[in-house]
């Protein structure tokens, strides 16, 4: 899609199927559904606008109201919707720092197990990751040691991930050399450098993209607990 851009297409999406190997919870599939869609002239804060918008829409046209219930649970999707720098979850609801995560590598342990429980089940925009979780992104112009992503989180689920993309090819080969690096260190599978890729990212405008999950959406919207419930069958199924 980013080659897309790139060729001079300014705003498009697409509706298309994900594997991820080892993932297997009551809302992660092996095999899932992402909504993706990228614009021009657009940052990860515009983004965020267009998440609301999206969402609001499906809400009153199958609620007529801007709030529904999940799991017993009444959620309100009036705007504008809460946001908390990444930085000040980890001041609020753990013991350690954002800087000390990256460092001790408990990032994404804190991340699942503190912040993510932590966040309510009304809709809440987690902002302004280190860099070192954001490979693909771009940095921010006035504090290069964070990365302009967000995750959005309702009904206590990550329902989508979205970033200023990253335009500089020097740049972003380099990040995928430090993980290679660090995938060689752990001893996990090295891939190769996408370098047709990198040969086009010169040609990138100014552009923000995000991918949402269709499934997760499903289950908020049908006050569905488990994702195998909204699929018409789990790749589980396939190997009985």
Same mark, same amino acid.
């Given at each position: 899609?980013?080659?897309?851009?790139?060729?001079?297409?300014?705003?498009?999406?697409?509706?298309?199927? !994900?594997?991820?190997?080892?993932?297997?919870?009551? +809302?992660? %599939?092996?095999?899932?559904?992402?909504?993706?869609?990228? !614009?021009?002239?657009?940052? &990860?804060? /515009?983004?965020?606008?267009?998440? #609301?918008?999206?969402?609001?829409?499906?809400?009153?046209?199958?609620?007529?109201?801007?709030?529904?219930? &999940?799991?017993?649970? $009444?959620? +309100?999707?009036? =705007?504008?919707?809460?946001?908390?720098?990444?930085?000040?979850?980890?001041? +609020?609801?753990?013991?350690?720092?954002?800087?000390?995560?990256?460092?001790?590598?408990?990032? *994404?342990?804190?991340?699942?197990?503190?912040?993510?429980? $932590?966040?309510?089940?009304?809709?809440?925009?987690?902002? *302004?990751?280190?860099?070192?979780?954001?490979?693909?992104? =771009?940095?921010?112009?006035?504090?290069?040691?964070?990365? #302009? =992503? @967000?995750?959005?989180?309702?009904?206590?689920? #990550? %329902?989508?991930?979205?970033?200023? /993309?990253?335009? *500089?090819?020097? #740049?972003?080969?380099?990040? @995928?050399? %430090?993980?290679?690096?660090?995938?060689?260190?752990?001893?996990?599978?090295?891939?190769?450098?996408?370098?047709?890729?990198? *040969?086009?990212?010169?040609?990138?405008?100014?552009? $923000?993209?995000? $991918?949402?999950?269709?499934? =997760?959406?499903?289950?908020?919207?049908?006050?569905?607990? !488990?994702?195998?419930?909204?699929?018409?069958?789990?790749?589980?199924?396939?190997? %009985?």
């Amino acid at each position: 899609m980013k080659k897309l851009i790139a060729s001079g297409l300014s705003r498009i999406f697409q509706i298309c199927p !994900c594997f991820r190997a080892n993932e297997r919870s009551d +809302s992660h %599939l092996s095999e899932f559904l992402l909504l993706e869609w990228y !614009c021009t002239s657009a940052t &990860y804060l /515009e983004m965020m606008n267009q998440c #609301e918008q999206l969402i609001c829409h499906i809400a009153r046209d199958l609620f007529k109201r801007d709030s529904f219930t &999940y799991q017993g649970g $009444a959620i +309100s999707l009036m =705007r504008p919707w809460r946001r908390i720098r990444v930085s000040e979850a980890f001041k +609020s609801y753990t013991s350690i720092t954002m800087e000390q995560a990256i460092e001790q590598d408990q990032f *994404d342990e804190a991340m699942v197990y503190e912040i993510e429980p $932590a966040l309510g089940i009304n809709p809440v925009f987690l902002f *302004d990751y280190p860099k070192e979780r954001a490979a693909l992104a =771009r940095l921010k112009p006035d504090n290069p040691t964070l990365a #302009e =992503r @967000f995750e959005l989180y309702i009904g206590g689920h #990550e %329902l989508a991930n979205a970033f200023s /993309e990253l335009c *500089d090819p020097v #740049e972003q080969k380099h990040r @995928f050399e %430090l993980e290679i690096n660090e995938r060689r260190s752990f001893g996990k599978p090295v891939y190769p450098v996408p370098n047709s890729f990198l *040969d086009i990212l010169h040609l990138m405008p100014e552009t $923000a993209g995000i $991918a949402m999950g269709i499934d =997760r959406l499903v289950m908020l919207f049908t006050d569905t607990a !488990c994702i195998d419930d909204v699929v018409t069958f789990t790749t589980d199924d396939l190997l %009985l």
